[in-house]
Each structure stands twice: as structure tokens, then as C-alpha cells.
């Protein structure tokens, strides 16, 4: 009796399994969950508070990539991404920027890919498709499950991209400075202007000169904000450039 309890037991919590999927930072796992809902288990590695780039692993990070079902990461920008993929089958790997439709920018100091490509709503759509597909593939039972909340996805994206088109699109200044360089996909699928930004490159803060110009562009072109983030961004900098 106890043995067939067990294998009932058993059987139960096997039909019932979450899909794991792991990220390496919120945004990639923002996505996954709108798609897989309650029947995922979404995790991120990178905290949301600091610098992606300049990220150290943790031996429980690792854990967490190699008990999950797949492992998203965009393959720019990440620290040492190797690490972490190089013992892992092609089919539990999803790598960001290798899907099929995404559109990719360069650096502007250098000549690798623009990791923030989640900042094009477009891109998001293709990112939830390939993470709709792997659900489908992985659990066929909930196919319709998975699909209706890729629609609704899609559909609230759609929404995004044409209230942000109508509104910018009657914008009579287009100039955007920023922080950090983190905004060229936003800037690129709104039909902006990328006109400066604080920092010299990654971590690189500005020099006297560097600033100057800034200051001279904000005021020729009539600037009224500096878009930043908690990860990029020095406040003192960025008040002497707001002063």
C-alpha cells in the first residue's frame, strides 16, 4: 500500500512540475513571466540595483543556472558569460541575441552589440515569441495556455508602441541626452535624436571638457531632462550639469 502511495505521490508532483527558467537580469525574466505566468519558475542572477556589466557570479547563481530548464541571457554586457553556459546543452541556452528578428545597434565607443535591446518594444515581442515557443516545446499540454498570454503580450506591446509613436512623433524637440549610453534602441524605434551623454564609456566619468560640451548642447538645443538609472548614474555629475 505504501508503495503505491508513494508512486501516486510521485506522479502527482512530476504532472505538476514548473518549468524553470532562469535570466541573467530582471528585464529578460519580466518577459518570461508575462508569458509563462504561474506555470514558470522565473528567476534573475543580476540584482536590478547594479552595474550588469561589472557583476560577480555567486556559487548560488551558478546553482540556479544549472537546475533550470533554460538559461536566457543576451551575450553582450554580461560579465564572463562562459562561464556559466560553457557546460550547458544548446537546448536549455537561449541567447538573445542570436534569435531570428531581433534587431541589434552597435557600442558607440566600440565595435560589439548594444546589450539593452529589451528598450525596443519590438524586440520584446521577439523575445516573448522564443520563450512562448521553448514553453510549447517543453510543456505541450498548456500550448494554449502559453500562446493567449504571448497575445496579450504582444497586444499590450502594440499599445506601447503606438501611443509612444503618436505622442513623440508630435515632439518638436527630438534631443535626448542621458547618463549613461543605455538608450539607443528607445531612441532609434521612436524616431529620436541621441544628442549627448555624461559618462565617457563605461564607468568613465566626464572630464572637465567632456562636460562643457554637454552643458553647450543642453542649452543650444533647449534640453529639459537627462535620462538616467540607479545603475548608471553619479548624482553629483549630473547636478553640475543640471546647475
Known amino acids: 500500500m505504501k508503495r503505491i502511495i508513494l508512486s501516486v505521490l510521485l506522479l502527482f508532483s512530476f504532472s505538476f512540475a514548473e518549468v524553470k527558467i532562469t535570466t541573467t537580469i530582471k528585464p529578460l525574466a519580466d518577459i518570461v513571466k508575462e508569458v509563462g505566468k504561474d506555470k514558470v519558475n522565473v528567476a534573475y542572477i543580476i540584482p536590478s540595483n547594479v552595474n550588469f556589466h561589472t557583476y560577480e557570479y555567486k556559487p548560488m547563481d551558478i546553482k540556479k543556472v544549472y537546475e533550470s530548464d533554460l538559461f536566457v541571457f543576451i551575450g553582450y554586457g554580461e560579465p564572463n558569460i562562459s562561464s556559466l553556459t560553457k557546460n550547458l546543452k544548446k537546448e536549455r541556452l537561449m541567447q538573445i541575441t542570436n534569435l531570428k528578428g531581433i534587431f541589434l545597434l552597435k557600442e558607440e565607443d566600440h565595435d560589439e552589440i ?53 505622442k513623440l512623433s508630435s515632439v518638436k524637440n527630438k534631443y535626448f541626452v542621458s547618463y549613461h549610453y543605455e538608450f539607443p534602441y528607445f531612441i532609434k524605434r521612436f524616431n529620436l535624436i541621441y544628442l549627448a551623454e555624461i559618462e565617457m564609456g563605461h564607468g568613465r566619468e566626464p572630464s572637465p571638457k567632456h562636460l562643457m560640451e554637454v552643458i553647450q548642447k543642453i542649452k543650444k538645443y533647449n534640453v529639459k531632462a537627462i535620462f538616467t538609472s540607479k545603475q548608471f548614474f553619479n548624482p553629483k555629475t549630473a547636478n553640475i550639469v543640471i546647475s
Open 114 to 166: 548594444h546589450p539593452a535591446v529589451w528598450l525596443d518594444p519590438e524586440n520584446a515581442k521577439v523575445i516573448a515569441k522564443a520563450v512562448m515557443d521553448f514553453l510549447i516545446s517543453k510543456d505541450k499540454q498548456n500550448a494554449q495556455f502559453y500562446k493567449s498570454n504571448y497575445l496579450e503580450f504582444e497586444k499590450k506591446v502594440n499599445e506601447i508602441l503606438n501611443y509612444g509613436k503618436t
